[in-house]
């Protein structure tokens, strides 16, 4: 079975700092999708950034990347010049590249970025 | 921008009564989820829907769990005995596509069960 790791239940940065999530993941499969969430405080969990598997090249979105280890089965967030906006509930998700239709979360970070 | 709603954002249930948790998907939207996180846990899958029937469904979603697309735009999870245990946020979602599409969440629904 598919599991997700997150092992940093909170963190806390200064705005304008870099801040790197960690998530490992543990599957058989060899070509999946994964992803970060953002749940902000009371609202809507939404996209961040998602990778492919068989890319090899690291997804970027403005100031979210991600640095995919694909041997290590580790996917980590990056957010560089952190900004209030950003403290939220972060999750790292794992979806198959086909069959079974569900996401498997990890357990999530709470990051605080403070002024 | 058109999102996920669900209703209501607060349920308080007795033991052992029917609920029903409503979740309007984004319209265009083909493929429907159901998530639950309890106080402190990870959000953990509970079914996919798609072309009227489930496709994908946890250990989680036994014979007390059932779901719907009773007209073409509300999807509902029905609880029929609760117990104290089914407590957490329920989390609807939808996706244009299967694996691998964004999946829009609603804001929830949380369940407390006394």
């Known amino acids: 079975a598919q599991t997700v790791t997150q092992s940093q239940p909170e963190m806390s940065v200064q705005e304008a700092e870099t801040v790197t999530l960690s998530c490992t993941y543990d599957?058989?499969?060899?070509?999946?999708?994964l992803f970060w969430y953002k749940q902000p405080p009371s609202r809507q969990m939404i996209l961040v950034i998602r990778?492919?598997?068989?890319?090899?090249q690291n997804a970027t979105e403005n100031r979210f990347s991600v640095n995919f280890q694909k041997a290590a089965k580790s996917f980590s967030l990056k957010i560089s010049d952190s900004q209030l906006g950003d403290t939220a509930m972060y999750f790292c998700?794992?979806?198959?590249?086909?069959?079974?239709?569900?996401?498997?979360f990890g357990q999530g970070t709470r990051l605080t970025i403070n002024p | 921008e058109p999102e996920v709603t669900q209703t209501p954002s607060h349920q308080v249930t007795q033991m052992g009564q029917e609920v029903i948790l409503r979740c309007v998907p984004i319209?265009?939207?083909?493929?429907f989820y159901w998530y639950r996180q309890i106080l402190g846990q990870k959000v953990e899958f509970l079914v996919s829907?798609?072309?009227?029937?489930?496709?994908?469904k946890s250990e989680i979603f036994d014979d007390q769990f059932s779901v719907e697309r009773p007209d073409g735009s509300n999807f509902t999870l029905k609880i029929r005995s609760t117990k104290l245990e089914d407590s957490a946020m329920y989390f609807c979602?939808?996706?244009?596509?299967?694996?691998?599409?964004?999946?829009?969440f609603g804001p929830g629904t949380r369940l407390t069960v006394l």
């Open positions: 319209s265009n939207h083909l493929y």
């Open positions: 998700a794992f979806d198959f590249i086909q069959g079974a239709q569900k996401l498997v």
């Open positions: 990778q492919e598997a068989y890319k090899q």
């Open positions: 599957t058989s499969e060899s070509n999946y999708y």
């Open positions: 829907f798609y072309n009227n029937e489930i496709s994908e």
């Open positions: 979602a939808s996706s244009e596509g299967p694996n691998g599409g964004e999946q829009f």
